[in-house]
Structure formats: structure tokens, C-alpha cells
């Protein structure tokens, strides 16, 4: 079974940085590609970034630049340090392994508000 929780949501001002965690129960972690994902309100969700098992890393043109996804093989855990928030950062942010048919955590909330 695998289990995957992240932490590291929370309110923040625009410009600010926050920076998302994901702890995964899994064996074969180091083989695996990781990604994070976000919803916002009334909308789909929508991948903002991915980290392949040998690291090539891939980020849609709206968080290029501002959000950083590594790894922690040790550790099983994939983080996303993201900077410069935007208003439109506001979103609940969950953790992947296996692209939407595959694994999710519980989801953080990440507030970006005045």
C-alpha cells in the first residue's frame, strides 16, 4: 500500500515563498517519478511539477521559474519550494506517483492572499 502525506501549506502574502513536503511509504521510492499537483476552486486539477527516477524534471510555463521540485531519495520525500506566490498559487496542492491513475496524498491547502 502505498501512502503519501504532505505537509507545509499555509497562508502566505504574494512574493512569499512556502515550501510543500511529501513523505511517501513506499519501497522502491528511488524508481519512481513524483509529481505535485494543485486544484483551485471551480477549477481541474492541473499538474505544476514533475521529477522522473533520474531526475529530469518538467514544470508547466505558469510555475517555471518560481516553484522548485526535488528529491530526497534517503528520506522518500519529494518537495516543492515555491516563490514569488501568486493570488493565483491559491490552490490545494497533493502529491502523485503514477500520473492521475496512480497514488495521491490528502492534499495542503496554500493560501496566497493580501
Known amino acids: 500500500q502505498v501512502q503519501l502525506v504532505e505537509s507545509g501549506g499555509g497562508l502566505v502574502q504574494p512574493g512569499g515563498s512556502l515550501r510543500l513536503s511529501c513523505a511517501a511509504s513506499?519501497?522502491?521510492?528511488?524508481?519512481?517519478?513524483m509529481a505535485w499537483y494543485r486544484q483551485a476552486p471551480g477549477k481541474e486539477r492541473e499538474l505544476v511539477a514533475h521529477i522522473g527516477r533520474g531526475g529530469t524534471i518538467t514544470y508547466p510555463d505558469s510555475v517555471k521559474g518560481r516553484f522548485t521540485i526535488s528529491r530526497d531519495n534517503a528520506k522518500n520525500t519529494v518537495y516543492l519550494q515555491m516563490n514569488s506566490l501568486k493570488l493565483e498559487d491559491t490552490a490545494v496542492y497533493y502529491c502523485?506517483?503514477?500520473?492521475?491513475?496512480?497514488?495521491w496524498g490528502q492534499g495542503t491547502q496554500v493560501t496566497v492572499s493580501l
Open positions: 502523485n506517483t503514477g500520473g492521475p491513475g496512480g497514488f
Open positions: 513506499m519501497r522502491i521510492f528511488s524508481s519512481i517519478g
